[in-house]
């Protein structure tokens, strides 16, 4: 989780809340802090739709309230996807090898994207970034660049330089477009596309 984002105690409050509902007594006694801090967080939290509220009554007194996470809250925890990735991939080349690899990513990334021409390019680079790149489009007479930060590949590619190329192609290839190059420049990777 970033810590950076939130801050602390809203770091501790999510993290709580992801193990179990809680109210705002249990909340302050856990963190050791008064229930006026623990609403302050709470009212950030539940504002940014990080968690939300819900009523219990117990008994024949006045409702309690709980808290508990969101999707969107849960979603703030780190997952080792690119870890999980990098294994499934070299087992299934393992088993498989480097060209039923290829056509299975190759496969995947068809299911991602559909139209063509320069709709596809946008769709793609929407894809790309729901998927957590930073990616654009530049567009010069008839050729077009795909410029890309924060590879999501990046450390998969690393113990195996062959994962891009076929997610790109498949995505991109119709006959509609062609690939004209695909270099990387330090921090970015650029794919050059002719219409």
């Known amino acids: 989780m970033n810590d950076l984002m939130l801050g602390d105690t809203k770091n501790r409050i999510l993290k709580l809340l992801i193990e179990k509902d809680m109210s705002t007594d249990e909340l302050s006694r856990s963190l050791k802090i008064n229930k006026n801090a623990v ?8 504002r940014d739709g990080f968690i939300e509220s819900y ?19 849960i979603e703030l925890f780190p997952k080792k996807y690119a870890e999980f990735a990098y294994y499934l991939l070299m087992e299934i080349e393992e088993k498989f090898g ?3 690899t290829s056509e299975i990513i190759a496969d995947i990334a068809r299911k991602m994207v559909s139209p063509n ?14 998927l957590g790149y930073y990616a654009k489009l530049e567009i010069d007479g008839n050729k077009i660049r795909i410029i890309r930060h924060n590879c ?11 994962i891009c190329e076929p997610f790109e192609k498949a995505m991109l290839n119709k006959n509609d477009l062609k690939i004209l190059e695909n270099f990387n420049l330090g921090n970015r990777c650029v794919v050059e596309i002719e219409l």
């Open 39 to 46: 609403n302050e967080h709470i009212v950030v939290l539940e």
């Open 98 to 100: 480097q060209e039923k």
């Open 117 to 130: 021409g320069l709709e596809k390019l946008n769709e793609f680079i929407d894809t790309m970034n729901d």
């Open 152 to 162: 999501v590949f990046y450390d998969l590619a690393k113990g195996n330089k062959t």
């Open 55 to 73: 009523f219990i009554r117990k008994g024949s007194g006045r409702p309690k309230k709980y808290y508990k996470i969101t999707e969107k809250g």
